[in-house]
């Protein structure tokens, strides 16, 4: 199949294809005469594996970890696991940050509760101060 028949049947852009191909995460294809890519059903699963992985947030070097293993069918997946194992915790720790955040885009929206001129709005004072430590934490909120 054509780059356009592989982007329609996975759902991806070209562009993306063509930038797996250069990250090495997707096998470059056959050309025809006329210089056409022409992909194979192999490159329609490897991208299908991908596109799955790229759909749980996992980075490209996790999928290129994983594509590792997944070429390497009778190696122990030990590795596989602790790969996702850490990107769990990644995960966790990004929702709890994002919790963090949504408290913080509650407490600066409970500032101005009125439409008002701009000059009085609380948002937007409170935007213009200096930022503020998190409860004890010496860091800055950002």
Same mark, same amino acid.
């Given at each position: 199949?054509?780059?356009?028949?592989?982007?329609?049947?996975?759902?991806?852009?070209?562009?993306?294809?063509?930038?797996?191909?250069?990250?090495?995460?997707?096998?470059?294809?056959?050309?025809?005469?006329?210089?056409?890519? *022409?992909?194979?059903?192999?490159?329609?699963?490897?991208?299908?594996?991908?596109?799955?992985?790229?759909?749980?947030?996992?980075?490209?070097?996790?999928?290129?970890?994983?594509?590792?293993?997944?070429?390497?069918?009778?190696?122990?997946?030990?590795?596989?696991?602790?790969?996702?194992?850490?990107? *769990?915790?990644?995960?966790?720790?990004?929702?709890?940050?994002?919790?963090?955040?949504?408290?913080?885009?509650?407490?600066?929206?409970?500032?101005?509760?009125?439409?008002?001129?701009?000059?009085?709005?609380? *948002?937007?004072?409170?935007?213009?101060?200096?930022?503020?430590?998190?409860?004890?934490?010496?860091?800055? *909120?950002?």
């Amino acid at each position: 199949m054509k780059i356009g028949e592989l982007a329609k049947a996975t759902d991806t852009q070209v562009e993306t294809i063509r930038f797996y191909e250069q990250e090495g995460l997707l096998a470059k294809p056959a050309r025809t005469d006329g210089n056409f890519r *022409i992909y194979e059903n192999q490159h329609l699963e490897r991208l299908i594996f991908i596109r799955h992985c790229r759909s749980l947030d996992m980075a490209l070097n996790e999928i290129r970890q994983l594509l590792r293993f997944k070429d390497l069918p009778n190696e122990n997946c030990g590795s596989v696991n602790n790969l996702l194992d850490a990107h *769990i915790q990644t995960v966790t720790n990004r929702i709890k940050d994002l919790r963090q955040l949504e408290k913080q885009l509650k407490g600066l929206r409970e500032l101005c509760q009125a439409n008002q001129d701009s000059a009085h709005c609380g *948002i937007l004072n409170e935007l213009s101060q200096p930022m503020k430590s998190l409860s004890g934490d010496c860091s800055p *909120i950002v």
